[in-house]
């Protein structure tokens, strides 16, 4: 399958710091790629960089088959769709004709702004000033504006870090139903479980470099200790070895009718982080 984004070897340099330190990863069509890190690691930087908004120091970065440079030209600006701290909303206008004026930029019909603002959970809203809005909401204005010519590429930078769970569940189902319309994403977050709920891969970037790649599913079995939590009728926990051996614990405790619950015991993608960098994510 195609990638849509191919990076190798990516550097990038501010004055004497050193953002990105070869960093290299693909994502193919209709993948959902989460790029976690905690502050200050590098994943900003990703995103303007794979989207001409920064010119890299080293390295190759194709996006949609072409240089990412080549995203600055109008045409390949219609393919993808940007989220990120900079809002770049008309403050004194409406929700509502803040969409209407990106839809005439993108000539897209009219009823593309209600599909956008139901998207977002905010039709309701669509008269209110956005100088009046929440930090929420208008992260919501701006998500319902990225996606309103249905790219085919979808960067988010941090896209529910203002948000309740319950805007928080509306979004993710939302880029899911986008995802499925053939949407590749490439989101990042600090958040591990929103990394785990929405994304088919995950990259951790810590201070510049790639430290580990791979589904949520693959890292948690590559990085797991191989024990089993054993949650007895009387409330007692007992950690186990998984083998042949211990499987004899276990059935006796269940042939006495003692077992209550029994689990795997997986690192979180956090602990995982940890493990790797000695560090958080936050
Ligand atoms: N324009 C700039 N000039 C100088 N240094 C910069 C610039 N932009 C980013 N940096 C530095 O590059 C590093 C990576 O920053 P970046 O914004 O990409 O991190 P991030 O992972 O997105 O962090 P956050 O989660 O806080 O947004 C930081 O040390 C930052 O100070």
Partial sequence: MM???DVQHLQKSFQKEEALQDVSFSIKKGEIFGFLGPSGSGKTTTIKILTAQLT?????????????EEMKKTENRARFGI????????SRLSVEENLLLYSKLYNLPTSSVKEALDFVNLYKDRKKKVSKLSKGMTQRVTLARSIMHKPELLFLDEPTSALDPVNTHHIYNGLRKLNEIGTTIFLTT?????AETLCNRVAFLHKGKIRAIGS???????????????ELVDGSEHCIENNRKEAKKVYEW???GLLSR?????PTLGDIFMQLTGSDLI
Wanted: proline share 2%; net charge negative.
């Fill in 3 to 5: 990638n849509v984004i």
């Fill in 262 to 266: 029994i689990y795997r015991n997986e």
């Fill in 216 to 230: 949520p599913q693959d890292l948690k079995k590559q990085f797991s200790d191989d024990t089993i939590t054993v």
């Fill in 83 to 90: 989220l990120t701290d900079n809002s770049g909303l008309y």
């Fill in 254 to 256: 269940m042939n006495q």
């Fill in 56 to 68: 890299r120091s080293g390295g190759s970065v194709f996006v949609l088959g072409q240089d990412a």
């Fill in 190 to 194: 600090h958040d591990m479980s929103e």
